[in-house]
């Protein structure tokens, strides 16, 4: 099995920025893309950002050159560094990772279970 465990949600000003953290873990054999989502109440989740296992990122058209999304492979883990966030960007986002598993080499889709990005004055 495999496990995604996000940090770094919480509450900012408009304007402000947060960090969010993703690290995967369990029978891992590779990683291929890792992305950000999120979901507004009454929303559908959509896309924030992907980034491939060879570093190749797409960000949504509203979030471009404000947010950041960068991997580290060795620790499995997936970071989006967001700045300049606005009132309407408060939801839940979660982390997706596309991993092979160690013992099946079967390639599943595997989501965290959420951090609660707040922004509000």
């Known amino acids: 099995q495999v496990q995604l465990v996000e940090s770094g949600g919480g509450l900012v000003q408009p304007g402000g920025s947060l960090r969010l953290s993703c690290a995967a873990s369990?029978?891992?054999?590779?990683?291929?893309?890792m992305g950000w989502y999120r979901q507004a109440p009454g929303k559908q989740r959509e896309l924030v950002a992907t980034?491939?296992?060879?570093?190749?990122?797409n960000y949504a058209d509203s979030v471009k050159g404000r947010f950041t999304i960068s991997r580290d492979n060795a620790k499995n883990t997936v970071y989006l560094q967001m700045n300049s966030l606005k009132p309407e960007e408060t939801a839940v986002y979660y982390c997706?990772?596309?991993?092979?598993?160690?013992?099946?080499?079967?390639?599943?889709?595997?989501w965290g279970q959420g951090a609660q990005v707040t922004v509000s004055s």
């Open positions: 997706n990772a596309d991993v092979v598993g160690s013992g099946s080499r079967l390639t599943d889709d595997y």
């Open positions: 369990g029978s891992i054999f590779s990683i291929y893309a």
């Open positions: 980034i491939t296992s060879g570093g190749s990122t």
